[in-house]
Every structure is written in structure tokens, then in C-alpha cells.
């Protein structure tokens, strides 16, 4: 077993951390000092969650369909091989 979380496990725990409003664990993070790819999907949601946050405020934003699609969309992982 690997002291470092899959790249699968980090976009999971990318996704529940900002769902949750808390901060990434140590394992996590030390995954996206050596990932490439985990670190644009980290950058991704990021972008997401600031694009979201300015929509809340203009409008109405995504309907529950079109935020369950995302979320689907994004938890699906980063396409890796
Ligand atoms: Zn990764």
C-alpha cells in the first residue's frame, strides 16, 4: 500500500473537501506537489468554484440538474489512462 492516495482517490478527495468547505489532508496535498495532473484538476475546480461563486451573486446559477451533471462530470476523474 502506498502512503500517497491515488490520482482516482485525490480527485474524490478534491471533491468532498470543497464540498465540504474544509481544507485538503497532507496526503492529498503532497499527491499534487508530485501530479501533474491532479494539480489542473485542482486548478479546475478552483476556476469552477470562483465562476460559481459569481454566478450565486448575479443570479440565480445552475439548476440542481446542470450542478448534479458537473459534479458527475468532474468526479469522473481526470481521464487518466
Ligand atoms: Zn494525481
Do not use: I, N, Y
Not at 500517497?4 to 471533491?15: G, K, M
Not at 460559481?52 to 439548476?63: F, I, T, V, W
Amino acid at each position: 500500500m502506498s502512503l500517497l492516495p491515488s490520482c482516482v482517490e485525490v480527485s474524490r478527495l478534491l471533491s468532498e473537501a470543497r464540498d465540504a468547505g474544509r481544507p485538503l489532508g497532507s496526503h492529498a496535498r503532497l499527491h499534487l506537489w508530485v501530479c501533474e495532473v491532479c494539480r489542473r484538476l485542482k486548478a479546475q475546480f478552483d476556476l469552477l468554484g470562483r465562476a460559481a461563486s459569481r454566478c450565486h451573486e448575479k443570479g440565480p446559477g445552475l439548476s440542481d440538474d446542470a450542478k448534479a451533471r458537473l459534479k458527475k462530470t468532474l468526479e469522473s476523474g481526470p481521464g487518466l489512462p
